[in-house]
């Protein structure tokens, strides 16, 4: 059985940690409400632009032509994966890098063997995972989560835009976690580029902005078809990329606040546990002094 003194440190440092695990789930529930009012507001605008691009690409000889949805035999593939820059959210970023592992194992096996997989890591937790393990790594835009903005998201998808336009990759795909609760995150792998006109192409790895043909809408275009395809499409393409790091934010904070009340509960509950501890011991350490001091004093009467 432990003296008192361990049990008293013991309860003393657990309830520190109960403290810590407190306030930090007070500060991801405030950081969430933000979080979750901007990826709320982008999710509509965001699916109506895709919306309209659908409809205008898909009746526009221009599609075919566009630089974006040059399909060729893939031989380098970009992974962007979002996750956090910190770490006691639960299996938020393992979650993560566990899909984007998984997804370069299963369909880009030989491109990773040769060594032609590339992961774009947004978040130190992703960096340092792949960098620990050897993969190929782009780490420039590690560290842009703690200022995530709308011009931030834009200058790392024109990066990676202009990296497939120039041929250094022929497939990207974005790993990230999508929000849906408090309690709920829901990873999502996407194909980024290039845009596919023939969803049963990829049944495994579809883009949100994947092209089908519905029902036609009828624009008023100006200046023509042509130019508003390809100034929409780029534009689409950096408000999804947007897009998916509000999600992955709002999901880090969710996640965080769930953690962090989890550890909360068992800290309280572990705190119940060295408490009974406690009083256990200290009503022994009572019983044995109260058993000394009736033994001494039995023994001083038979010796008088």
């Given at each position: 059985m432990p003296s008192l003194k361990e049990v008293r440190s013991r309860i003393t440092s657990v309830s520190s940690t109960q403290q810590i695990t407190k306030a930090m789930k007070m500060v991801a529930a405030a950081k969430l409400r933000k979080a979750q009012d901007r990826s709320m507001q982008m999710r509509p605008y965001a699916k109506k632009l895709?919306?309209?691009l659908k409809n205008i690409v898909t009746n526009s000889e221009q599609a075919a032509s566009s630089e974006y949805m040059d399909e060729r035999p893939t031989a380098?593939?970009?992974?962007?994966?979002?996750?956090?820059?910190?770490?006691?959210?639960?299996?938020?970023n393992s979650n993560a890098i566990k899909a984007a592992v998984n997804a370069a194992k299963e369909k880009y096996a030989s491109q990773l063997e040769a060594g032609n997989v590339t992961f774009m890591c947004i978040g130190k937790k992703g960096r340092d995972f792949f960098l620990k393990r050897n993969y190929k790594v782009d780490a420039e835009y590690a560290e842009i989560l703690a200022k995530?903005?709308?011009?931030?998201?834009?200058?790392a998808a024109e990066k990676v835009m202009l990296a497939f336009k120039n041929k250094e990759y022929d497939?990207?795909?974005?790993?990230?976690?999508?929000?849906?609760?408090?309690a709920t995150q829901v990873i999502q792998v996407e194909r980024f580029l290039p845009i596919s006109l023939n969803l049963s192409a990829q049944p495994q790895s579809t883009s949100k902005l994947d092209l089908?043909?519905?029902?036609?809408?009828?624009?008023?275009?100006?200046?023509?078809?042509?130019?508003?395809?390809?100034?929409?499409?780029?534009?689409?393409?950096?408000i999804q990329?947007?897009?998916a790091l509000l999600e992955s934010n709002a999901s880090e904070n969710g996640a965080r606040m769930s953690a962090m009340d989890k550890a909360t509960e068992n800290a309280g509950e572990l705190l119940k546990e060295l408490k009974l501890t406690y009083n256990r011991t200290r009503q022994a350490?009572?019983?044995?002094?109260?058993?000394e001091i009736v033994g001494g004093a039995e023994a001083l009467a038979s010796g008088a």
């Open positions: 895709s919306d309209i380098k593939v970009l992974i962007i994966i979002a996750t956090s820059d910190r770490g006691l959210c639960g299996g938020f995530l903005s709308f011009e931030v998201a834009r200058n497939v990207v795909e974005l790993v990230y976690n999508e929000f849906k609760n408090v089908k043909k519905d029902e036609p809408t009828d624009y008023v275009f100006e200046p023509d078809q042509a130019e508003i395809v390809t100034q929409l499409l780029p534009k689409t393409l950096k990329f947007y897009k350490a009572i019983t044995k002094e109260i058993l």
